[in-house]
């Protein structure tokens, strides 16, 4: 037996994209978006089909996401930010509310959400993430919003 498998399309066109990115480490999150942007751009994404919002921290991110997603306009949401591990427990608060707030949000709207938060322990680590090359995060998560969103499209 063979069973049924379902592969997603990998073409962000026609899709409506939204993109909430934190301000706090801009330096890193700024490339995030760059990456996101760019492999949003290589599949075909329509820039009046994507929207970005800023944010302050990563705290805020969830928040942004709730909203942009009981509007019902967009297929995916996507989101970038950079929490990078202090001398106080800090950073183990702001990244476990920041994940669960997304996973919240996506589940409570059945709608997939992309997470490129980073969470690491070093500034070299979290740029060695961020910069234009293959393993950039914000690329990573586009490329998935695109995939999620061409999923939940085929099983509607």
């Not at 705290?59 to 996401?65: G, K, Q, S, V, Y």
């Not at 202090?86 to 997470?115: N, W």
């Amino acid at each position: 037996m063979i069973p049924k498998t379902i592969t997603a399309k990998t073409t962000a066109t026609g899709l409506k994209i939204g993109i909430v990115v934190s301000r706090f480490n801009e330096e890193i999150t700024c490339g995030l978006l760059l990456g996101a942007i760019s492999a949003l751009d290589e599949r075909g994404a329509n820039e009046n089909d994507v929207m970005v919002v800023e944010v302050p921290g990563a705290f805020e991110i969830p928040l942004a996401l709730d909203w942009l997603a009981s509007n019902k306009y967009f297929d995916v949401l996507i989101a970038l930010g950079a929490v990078i591990e202090g001398e106080t427990k800090h950073f183990d608060y702001i990244s476990e509310a920041a994940m669960r707030g997304i996973q919240t949000v996506s589940l409570k709207y059945a709608m997939p959400i992309a997470c490129g938060v980073l969470t690491t322990y070093t500034d070299e680590q979290a740029t060695a993430r961020s910069i234009a090359n293959e393993h950039n995060k914000g690329m990573e998560a586009a490329l998935a919003a695109i995939e999620m969103a061409n999923l939940k499209r085929q099983l509607s």
